[in-house]
Each structure stands twice: as C-alpha cells, then as structure tokens.
C-alpha cells in the first residue's frame, strides 16, 4: 500500500518546494530572498539525486551536480554580490498587500493541481504526482515577478521559474538531454551577468531599481 | 456499563488536574532557557489556590453575564476536555461532538468571555474583547482547514475515528500531515495568547490582549478564568498529540493498556512544553497588525496540507 522510500521523499521535497515557493512570494527582505533562493536550488538538488538514486538514471546525478554548483553557490553568490554592490538591503515593496498575494497563490495552486491531475494520470514515471507542485512553483514565481517592482526580486523570481520548469522536467520525464541542460545552465548564467550589468545601468539613469521608471523612456 | 463511565471520569479529571502542571512545566522551561530562576514546577496551584480564598470584589454596574462568564468558561473547557481523546478512544462522551463541534465549544467560550469583558464598560476590557475577537476570527478557519487534513485520511472528522486510523497506519512520510502540524503549531500559539501573538506574562497596557479582556476578574472568578486558559492549552496540545502522533493512545475498555497511555501522554506533555518554551524563547512577539499575517501564513499552510493530500498521497 505504502510508497517506496524514495517516493516519500520525492513527495517531501516537493512539498517543501512548494512551502520555500511561498515563502518566497511572502519574503519582504532582498537578502533573505536569496538565501531562500539558495534553499531552493539545495531542495532541487536532493530532488535530484534522490531521483538518479531510486530510478537508476545515471545522467540526472551530472544535472544534480550543475545545480548544486549553479543554483546553491553561484547564483546566489552573484546575486548577493549585486546585492551589497548595488548597497540594497532594505525592504522589497510589493503591489498589493501580502495576504492578499497569499490568496492569489492558493488559487493559482488549485488551479495548477487540477490542470496537472488528468496529465499525471496518464505519465508512467515514479514522480508523476509532482507534476502539480511544479506547474505551482513556476505559476507562484511569475506571480512573484509580477507583484515585485524592484528589479533584483524580479530576477530572482525569473531564476526562480526556472528552477521550477527544472523540477517540472525532473518530475515528467526524468530531466532533459545533457545538452540542452548545459545550454538552459549556461543561458541561466550569462542571462544572470546581463541582469547585474543592467541594474547598475538603470540605476544610473533613474536613481533607483524601480521597474516602473522605465515607462518614461518613451519618445515623442 | 460502569466501566466507560468511569474512564470518561478519569480522562476528564486526569485532563483538569493536569493541566495547571502542564503550565507550571512550560513556564518553568521557560524560565531555565532564560536564565531566569525558575518558580517551580506548582505554582499555578499555589496562585489558584490564593486566588480562591480570597474576596471577590465585582465593579457595580456589573451584570449577571460578567458573574456567570468564568462557570461558563470553565464548562466548555471541561466539555472540550472530556471530548477528545486524550488517553483513551471511544469514551461515552466522545461521539457527542466531532472536530467542527468542537471548535465550536471554544468559540462559545471565547464569545462570553469577549461579551463578559465588554460588560463592564472600561476601556480596557473592549480593546481587549476587540483584539481576542480579530485573533479568534483569522485562527477560527485556519485550525478548521488543519483539522480537515486527518479528516480526508481518516474519511471521518470524528476526532475518535481520526485517532484510530492514524495510529494503525503505516508509518509514512506524509507532506499533507507535515503542512498540517506547522500551521496547527502557529493556531495554538494564536489561541492560547502565546508569545509571537500576545505575551501571557506582560502586564503592559499596550501590548496585552487576552490579559485586557480579564483585568476586572479578581478572586475566585479569576482563578477559574486561569484554569481553563491551563486546561485549554492543554487539550489544544492533547489534539496535536492525538492528530499528529496518536501512538499509545488505549482503545475504549482496555484497562491494561491505560497506565501506559498515562505515561506516553505525559512524556509526550513534558516534550511539547520543552518545545513551547523554546519556540517561545527564540521568537519576538509581533506588532498586533502582523497578527493577520501570522495566521494567514497558518491557513495557508493548513490548505496548502489539504491540496498536497488530494496531489501526493491520494493513490
């Protein structure tokens, strides 16, 4: 009756990815959103190597290995980096309230796990039933992007979605081919030193990382 | 036909008499975590017992409603205590009310209470009846949607049924019930006024709420009100421990196994004191406007339990 060892964990892994994904859309902190960002490239590596484990896949433990080193250490770093750099520590501001972000999410959440059931259904794969929580994850993290004005909790939301496209592979088809793994980590990363150089620049011209600026660049 | 009755006594009792212990334990972890000199382990007996020698004094244009609140206090809580299933399943009075009744009993108590404080007219008696109000509506529907988690597993939000499916199950990692107990954690800290929502010792006008509704109880109607904020802490903690590790709970008329229920009941007790006080040692109590957010965050993850139920485990 009981699911095998590494199906409970998978499931548990999923399930605190989902809890980090709302943490995440709660945070008001930049710092601590990326240490969260972190925690969440630490739980999709576990995810990981507990996949390559239970299946036999032998590739998913090299996408485990880019993870941990991409998504744990150097993203973050980078992103903290930019962080200090760019000397933001205060408070994130958000759009609306975030209780009602909160709500908003429970909704999208629903809505991921019926949209993923009648899919799930028909997968053969041990991780079926996580499908659901990665259509949640990527869903929360384009809320997040949404609700945030600053520029730095946008990317993170944006790295954030792709964390969660990355589980949705895991999860589906046990991971991607090695070379559009490579391609997507090294998109990741290139796009995260893009990003960086184009805070400073907006700053430059505005003063500050406010996306909404960028709306007076209009030319009459 | 004897024996049910004298175990629902026994349970009841066991849970009323214990119950002040229970408080002396978590304060005086507390106090130890704090590097504080503890006030012994049977202090809120000695404070219950001042309290009921003494005289009451009562404010003048108070009414019948503000003498009789603190019996009406003290009843519910008794019910709630002899309801769940503390040590034993399948007691007679069990099957008089599932996990939605009563949360109920509790939201008729709380309700008298708020009513006794505004009874009075001072205006610390209405702000606190305000604030209890604010907490007891957003922790209302966020520990409904925690307990709704066992009822899907059990198929029954009977709390005796729920006890007996969980313990025989198979031990299994279970997200859905993980989700659950977090944010059965953070309703039990809103209702029973503990530190990130309310600080049970302050006396500081601003800060208080459950301390505001009580401030013109004095003498005997005092130390029932104490009593039964014990005892309610207690049978929130009795509901965790049977929801979430239902181990060792004696199934109805099995005598033998009753003393080791007893003991497994009061280990379990001393860890969730020791916990209590810790968790209430590291955290900061919040601004009263957090409060929403706090149990928010609690109805959140007890639906979040709910949906990740219906997705992982539903197979």
């Given at each position: 009756m009981n699911l095998p060892i590494h199906a409970q964990l998978i499931n548990l892994m999923a399930a605190l990815l989902l809890l980090i994904a709302f943490a995440m859309l709660s945070q008001r902190r930049i710092m601590s959103l990326i240490y969260l960002f972190a925690w969440q490239g630490a739980v999709l590596f576990a995810n990981t190597v507990i996949v390559a484990w239970g299946t036999g896949q032998t590739h998913l433990f090299y996408s485990a290995l880019i993870t941990l080193v991409l998504k744990v250490v150097l993203l973050p770093w980078l992103l903290h980096r930019l962080a200090t750099r760019l000397q933001i520590q205060s408070d994130?501001?958000?759009?609306?309230?975030?209780?009602?972000?909160?709500?908003?999410?429970?909704?999208?959440?629903?809505?991921?796990?019926?949209?993923?059931?009648?899919?799930?259904?028909?997968?053969?794969?041990?991780?079926?039933?996580?499908?659901?929580?990665?259509?949640?994850?990527?869903?929360?993290?384009?809320?997040?992007m949404i609700m945030r004005r600053k520029a730095v909790p946008q990317v993170i939301g944006f790295l954030s979605m792709e964390n969660g496209l990355f589980f949705a592979a895991t999860s589906t088809t046990y991971g991607m081919p090695m070379v559009v793994e490579l391609g997507i980590a090294l998109d990741v990363l290139v796009g995260t030193f893009i990003f960086g150089i184009f805070f400073f620049r907006i700053r430059e011209?505005?003063?500050?990382?406010?996306?909404?600026?960028?709306?007076?660049l209009k030319q009459d | 036909m004897i024996e049910p009755v004298l175990s629902q006594l026994f349970q009841t009792l066991l849970a009323v008499l214990v119950a002040?212990?229970?408080?002396?334990?978590?304060?005086?972890?507390?106090?130890?975590?704090?590097?504080?000199?503890?006030?012994?382990?049977?202090?809120?007996?000695?404070?219950?017992?001042?309290?009921?020698?003494?005289?009451?004094?009562?404010?003048?244009?108070?009414?019948?409603?503000?003498?009789?609140?603190?019996?009406?206090?003290?009843?519910?809580?008794?019910?709630?205590?002899?309801?769940?299933?503390?040590?034993?399943?399948?007691?007679?009075?069990?099957?008089?009310?599932?996990?939605?009744?009563?949360?109920?009993?509790?939201?008729?108590?709380r309700v008298f209470m708020a009513l006794a404080a505004m009874d009075i007219g001072t205006?610390?008696?209405?702000?606190?009846?305000?604030?209890?109000?604010?907490?007891?509506?957003?922790?209302?529907?966020?520990?409904?949607?925690?307990?709704?988690?066992?009822?899907?597993?059990?198929?029954?939000?009977?709390?005796?049924?729920?006890?007996?499916?969980?313990?025989?199950?198979?031990?299994?990692?279970?997200?859905?019930?993980?989700?659950?107990?977090?944010?059965?954690?953070?309703?039990?800290?809103?209702e029973n006024a503990r530190i990130p929502i309310d600080n049970p010792s302050t006396h500081l006008e601003l800060t208080m709420i459950h301390e505001a509704m009580i401030l013109e109880y004095s003498a005997r109607h005092l130390a029932l009100i104490e009593w039964a904020s014990a005892m309610k802490l207690m049978i929130y903690c009795a509901i965790g421990i049977a929801v979430f590790m239902p181990w060792g709970i004696a199934a109805a008329g099995n005598w033998p196994t009753l003393p080791i229920a007893t003991i497994a009941l009061v280990v379990k007790l001393i860890f969730?004191?020791?916990?209590?006080?810790?968790?209430?040692?590291?955290?900061?109590?919040?601004?009263?406007?957090?409060?929403?957010?706090?149990?928010?965050?609690?109805?959140?993850?007890?639906?979040?339990?709910?949906?990740?139920h219906f997705l992982l485990e539903r197979s």
């Open positions: 994130v501001e958000t759009m609306i309230n975030i209780p009602i972000t909160m709500l908003i999410g429970i909704v999208l959440v629903i809505f991921a796990f019926n949209l993923a059931l009648p899919i799930s259904q028909w997968a053969q794969t041990i991780t079926r039933s996580t499908l659901g929580i990665a259509i949640a994850s990527v869903l929360l993290s384009f809320l997040m011209t505005f003063d500050s990382l406010d996306i909404g600026n960028l709306e007076k | 002040p212990l229970m408080l002396g334990w978590i304060n005086n972890c507390r106090a130890w975590l704090q590097n504080k000199s503890a006030p012994g382990i049977l202090q809120p007996y000695r404070t219950l017992r001042k309290l009921f020698h003494k005289d009451a004094v009562l404010a003048h244009n108070a009414s019948s409603l503000f003498r009789n609140a603190p019996y009406l206090n003290f009843g519910c809580m008794v019910l709630a205590a002899s309801i769940v299933p503390v040590v034993e399943t399948n007691l007679p009075f069990a099957h008089a009310a599932d996990a939605i009744a009563l949360v109920g009993i509790f939201a008729l108590a205006a610390f008696g209405s702000l606190g009846a305000r604030r209890e109000m604010l907490v007891a509506f957003l922790a209302e529907p966020a520990l409904l949607m925690v307990l709704f988690t066992p009822a899907l597993i059990s198929q029954s939000t009977s709390l005796n049924t729920m006890v007996e499916t969980l313990a025989q199950r198979e031990v299994a990692l279970s997200p859905g019930l993980a989700y659950a107990a977090v944010a059965f954690v953070m309703v039990l800290l809103a969730a004191g020791a916990g209590l006080a810790l968790l209430e040692t590291v955290s900061a109590k919040l601004r009263i406007f957090r409060a929403p957010e706090f149990l928010g965050m609690a109805f959140l993850l007890g639906v979040l339990g709910m949906l990740t």
